[in-house]
């Protein structure tokens, strides 16, 4: 392999996964299996009640085209995560560690386990760049300069 075509590779993340059992339909299922456990969460249940009160149907079918544009690269999905739950006020960090469990065991429920774990990786990163845009400070509140 030359040293061209080397940095021509795209890294992994931004390959499609290679399993045929992973498609939109498949997807689309792991996202309604997910929010249906999410939902009936005693904490996590209410805090999506209060921000999706209306039809669930477009929250769902986004997340469907969130997670094919993910793990399959189709470039479905167009919406903007960090403002979508920087104005989630009442979430802690804490939060995810719920999110990302029950979203790792309804991915190990419907695929096969290296699969499961593409998922669960991408999940993981994303969480995580999201608390650090919910949660990080590089300088205290300046509430002090304000009064
Ligand atoms: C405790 C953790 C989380 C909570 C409570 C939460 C809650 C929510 C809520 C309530 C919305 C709907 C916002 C609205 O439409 O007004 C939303 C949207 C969304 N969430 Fe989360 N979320 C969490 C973690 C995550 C994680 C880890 C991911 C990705 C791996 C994620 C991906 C998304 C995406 C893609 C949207 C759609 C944003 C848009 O384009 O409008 N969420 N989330």
Known sequence: MTMKSALTV??????PLNDPRVNR????????????KLRKNERLGPIFARAI????????????DF???V???????????????????DV??????????????TAAELFAPETAAV???RAERIATSLKLAMFFRLDPPQQAAAG
């Open 10 to 15: 795209p890294p992994l993340a931004e390959q």
């Open 53 to 64: 009160t209306g039809d669930w149907e477009p929250h769902l079918e986004k997340m469907t």
């Open 92 to 105: 802690t960090e804490a939060d995810f560690d719920i999110w990302l469990a029950m979203f790792g065991k």
């Open 67 to 69: 997670w094919c544009s």
């Open 71 to 89: 793990i399959l690269k189709t470039g479905d999905y167009h919406g903007r995560p960090v403002p979508a739950h920087v104005k989630l006020k």
């Open 25 to 36: 339909a498949s997807i689309g299922r792991l996202v309604r299996e997910f929010y249906a």
């Open 119 to 121: 998922f669960i990786d």
